[in-house]
Nanobody
Framework: QVQLVESGGGLVQAGGSLRLSCAAS????????MGWFRQAPGKEREFVAA????????YYADSVKGRFTISRDNAKNTVYLQMNSLKPEDTAVYYC????????????????WGQGTQVTVSS
């Protein structure tokens, strides 16, 4: 069992930055690949970024590549999403999730989800 709690969301102007954190409970955190997803009002939840259990591999949606960076600290049971050059279209609730699966860009393979944190980017 893994419990996930996101933090770090807020209101920021376009071009600004935010860093999201996701704290995980459980001794097996380092076994899981971790992902970030987001859901804007009226839209499907979409993949943003993912990182392998070791941190050696990272994956990004095309819409955030070059602006967002995912990282993890297994000693602190925490995964991060550094978001730079934010745009109004990045406005959404951001969720972190954990999976033992292989295809980490697919929402359906994730077993555990956090409650989400709101990110609002003003123009």
């Amino acid at each position: 069992q893994v419990q996930l709690v996101e933090s770090g969301g807020g209101l920021v102007q376009a071009g600004g930055s935010l860093r999201l954190s996701c704290a995980a409970s459980g001794r097996t955190f380092s076994s899981y690949a971790m992902g970030w997803f987001r859901q804007a009002p009226g839209k499907e939840r979409e993949f943003v970024a993912a990182i392998s259990w070791s941190g050696g591999s990272t994956y990004y949606a095309d819409s955030v590549k070059g602006r967002f960076t995912i990282s993890r600290d297994n000693a602190k049971n925490t995964v991060y999403l550094q978001m730079n050059s934010l745009k109004p279209e990045d406005t959404a609730v951001y969720y972190c999730a954990a999976t033992l699966g292989v295809v980490v860009t697919l929402r359906g393979v994730y077993d555990y989800w956090g409650q989400g944190t709101q990110v609002t980017v003003s123009s």
